[in-house]
Structure formats: structure tokens, C-alpha cells
């Protein structure tokens, strides 16, 4: 029989998410403002080629080599004119011979009184201002046939219509895209001024975890957060960098750690971040002096350690993959990006009506799994945030805000798709 002794069972919670009395629970907002306020820019610089910068983010305003058109040029296929030849009712004027094609500009000068065959992209020679769509011309190869009037200027781009030469075209901290690359591409800029890209560390924790592919025992599971959070930061357009799994071995993490350290300048772990006898993680970080264990008001996610290790900035996600992601999105986004030299972006949120119902509680803000279908939200059909099917059945998260909502159909909820953090 048991000796008698001081232990007695802890009071049944019939709500296992309830908010302890005694605990400070940072709001959302509060642990972004931290972030916000704590975090710069912590790359260098390089020069990458055009063809190298998609994604990159500028670490100087960049500035037009060459205006956009350089020279005054056709926007259609037609023929030049002089404006003053023109009058109002019909007319006919004689062509000169050859033609202003792009690429192959016609080198005279148009004699008043005539026209010219003139191609879309052609240089305007010298004598024509107006340009005359060939669908509003007769022509016969030698003289055309016409109504005026015509606006002076018509169917012709001015040289730097679009960008001049020394304009600023895109500012210090922009993400390169593909039409930013059409932009540089066209005003004569082929090497670009960016912030060395981002190294995020990605370390696994856990002895129950299996590499992908593998086999694995039957208490095992798969590694499922490291392949994702390795995606989310190249899609961010980050460099991720695999740091691997490590077991449930307090040596062995710092080891992890230690090197991870070195090889990034970000770490993203998950798991062992909470309070448990296996979570070396946040213990770990604990004994630096440098970790805040922060409680976060979010469901799901919660214990997020922040520390930094060797000087290298490390979140503690959650084992939980539904919460790890999660918290990348919401936290490690914009930490990644203030890092990397893009400023602090959040998203902004498309507001739609809810396609669900539900009560949510004060005290924490929620994120659900959520799609539109027909303009309206839904969202996946359970919580729990060990359910990986329903990241993959979302294109997005609806945001439930910290104080209580009953949620009703038609309820106006704001929706962040993926593609707002940058993922596809
Ligand atoms: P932990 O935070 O280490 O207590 O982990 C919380 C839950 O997440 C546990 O059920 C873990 O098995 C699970 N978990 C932790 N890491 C991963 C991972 N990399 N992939 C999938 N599940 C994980
Ligand atoms: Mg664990």
C-alpha cells in the first residue's frame, strides 16, 4: 500500500485552454510591438546581376539610368504626320519613301506636306508629331486618304512618358519583383544594391521524430515542420538553411544550437519550448540569461521562446505544426523581415463574410484554418492543432480578434490568405 503523503491530484480543468488567473498572457499586438521596436537589420550588402534579384530586397533607393521611352516612339502601327498639315474634314497627304520601324528608325526628316509609314516601338522622326492609326486610313502605297481632325501628339509616347533618367524607381528595402525586373530592366539598371539574403536556421526537436522518407518505428512520427518551415523561408525569399533533428538531449541541442549559430543568422526551432521534463529547448535558451518565454495570447501557438544564442536571434516555436506555423506567419515573418532588411510588414486582412458559426472567448486572439468558397470564409473543421490536413486544405487563416465574437454566417472576419505572408 502507497505511503500516505502531501500530494493531491490538481483540480479536473474541463477547459484545458483556459487562461490562468495569475499569468500575464501577452497580447498579439503587444509582442509585435516588442518585436517591432527590438529588431534591425542585421545583413550586409552585395551587388547581385539583374537576372539574380528576384526576391532580393534593395539596400539603396534605386535610380533610373535612362528614361523610359529614351526617345519619342509610335504606340501603334500607322503613319507620321505633322499636326499642322492637318485640317478638318477629308485630306490626303503623299508618303515619303521608306518607312520608321523599331529598331530600324528612318534617318531623314519628313518634308511638310507629307507623311510617313511609321511601325508600333518606331522612333518619331525628325518632322513628325502625330502618328494616324493605319484602321483610319485609305492608302493606295503612295499617297493616303484621311479624316482630321487629329489631337496634336496621338498615337505617339513622349520620350520619359514613363520614367525619366534620375528618377527614383524603386525605394531602399523593396522585395524585388517580377515586374520590379521589367522596371530595372527597361531604365538601363543591370546590377542592383541588395541586402545579403537572410540565413535561417531550421533545427527540429524531439526522439519521436522520424526524417521523411525513412522508415519509422512505430512510436515514431515524421518530421513534418522542418520541410515546411525550410519552404516557408525560401518562399519568403529567404535562404533557408537545414540544420537537421536533434534528439531530446540537452548537449545535444546546444550543440545544435551552437551551430546553427554560426551557419545563420536567424534560428527558427519547434518543439521543446514549453515547461515539460523534454523541453531542453526553452530550458536551454533559459540558462543564457538571454530567453523570454513568451505566453502568448494566441490560440494556437502560445509558449514562444525568444533568445538569443551566440548573438544569433532564435524563436522557439511550438512542436505542433498547425502552431508552428502559425507563429511563423504571425511572429517570424516580420522579425525575418525587419532582419533582412525589408522593414516591419504585416498584411492586411480581407474582410468576408464567415461562412461558419462560433463563439470564441475573450482573452487570446485566434487563427483558423481558413478558404474562401463563393466570397465567404470556411473554415477546416477542427481545431486541434495537431490536424497538419487542414494547413493544407487552408489558402489562408481567419484572424478572430483577443476580445469575445460570436461568430454568425454572414459575420464580416478578417481572412489573411497565404499569399498575403508571401507563400504560395
Ligand atoms: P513539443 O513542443 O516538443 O512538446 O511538441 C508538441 C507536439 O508537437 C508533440 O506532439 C510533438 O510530437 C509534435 N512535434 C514536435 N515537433 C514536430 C515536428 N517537427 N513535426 C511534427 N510534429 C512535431
Ligand atoms: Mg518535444
Request: charge should be negative; include cysteine; proline fraction near 7%.
Amino acid at each position: 500500500m502507497a505511503e500516505d503523503n502531501d500530494l493531491v491530484p490538481p483540480p479536473l480543468k474541463n477547459d484545458c485552454f483556459a487562461l490562468p488567473s495569475d499569468t500575464h498572457w501577452t497580447p498579439v499586438a503587444e509582442a509585435l510591438a516588442l518585436l517591432q521596436e527590438r529588431l534591425d537589420i542585421c545583413v550586409g550588402e552585395e551587388y547581385v546581376a539583374l537576372a539574380d534579384a528576384l526576391g532580393r530586397i534593395l539596400s539603396e533607393d534605386l535610380i533610373a539610368q535612362r528614361s523610359n521611352p529614351p526617345q519619342p516612339n509610335s504606340a501603334v502601327d500607322g503613319f507620321g504626320l505633322r499636326h499642322a498639315d492637318i485640317v478638318n474634314g477629308p485630306q490626303s497627304l503623299p508618303l515619303v519613301l521608306g518607312r520608321s520601324a523599331a529598331g530600324a528608325p528612318y534617318q531623314g526628316t519628313v518634308p511638310e506636306g507629307h507623311a510617313i509609314r511609321i511601325l508600333t516601338g518606331a522612333t518619331i522622326p525628325q518632322g513628325v508629331d502625330t502618328v494616324i492609326l493605319q484602321e483610319d486610313v485609305n492608302t493606295d502605297g503612295d499617297v493616303i486618304a484621311f479624316h482630321g481632325p487629329l489631337k496634336k501628339g496621338a498615337n505617339t509616347r513622349k520620350a520619359g512618358e514613363d520614367v525619366a533618367a534620375g528618377d527614383v524607381i524603386l525605394v531602399k528595402g523593396r522585395q524585388i519583383t517580377p515586374a520590379d525586373l521589367a522596371l530595372v530592366a527597361a531604365t538601363g539598371v543591370g546590377a542592383l544594391k541588395v541586402y545579403k539574403r537572410l540565413k535561417v536556421g531550421v533545427i527540429s526537436t524531439g526522439d519521436e521524430l522520424a526524417e521523411a522518407g525513412d522508415t519509422a518505428r512505430a512510436d515514431q512520427i515524421y518530421d513534418a515542420n522542418r520541410p515546411m518551415l525550410l519552404a516557408m523561408i525560401l518562399q519568403f525569399g529567404f535562404e533557408p538553411v537545414d540544420m537537421g533533428r536533434a534528439p531530446d538531449d540537452r548537449l545535444a541541442v546546444k550543440r545544435f544550437l551552437d551551430e546553427a549559430a554560426m551557419k545563420s543568422d536567424l534560428i527558427l526551432t519547434s518543439g521543446g519550448a514549453s515547461a515539460g521534463d523534454e523541453d531542453h529547448m526553452s530550458a536551454l535558451l533559459n540558462e543564457t540569461g538571454a530567453m523570454a518565454l513568451w505566453r502568448l495570447a494566441i490560440k494556437p501557438g502560445r509558449p514562444l521562446a525568444l533568445a538569443v544564442w551566440n548573438g544569433t536571434p532564435v524563436f522557439g516555436l511550438p512542436g505542433n505544426p498547425v502552431a508552428a506555423m502559425v507563429c511563423t506567419l504571425i511572429f517570424a515573418k516580420p522579425a525575418m523581415s525587419c532582419l533582412a532588411g525589408a522593414g516591419w510588414q504585416l498584411p492586411a486582412p480581407q474582410w468576408v463574410p464567415a461562412a461558419f458559426t462560433k463563439s470564441k472567448k475573450a482573452g487570446r486572439r485566434e487563427y483558423l484554418r481558413a478558404r474562401l468558397r463563393d466570397g465567404k470564409a470556411e473554415v477546416f473543421r477542427s481545431e486541434g492543432s495537431g490536424r497538419i490536413s487542414g494547413l493544407s486544405w487552408a489558402d489562408g487563416l481567419v484572424e478572430l480578434p483577443d476580445e469575445a465574437m460570436q461568430v454568425c454566417e454572414g459575420s464580416l472576419v478578417a481572412y489573411y490568405p497565404y499569399t498575403a505572408f508571401g507563400l504560395s
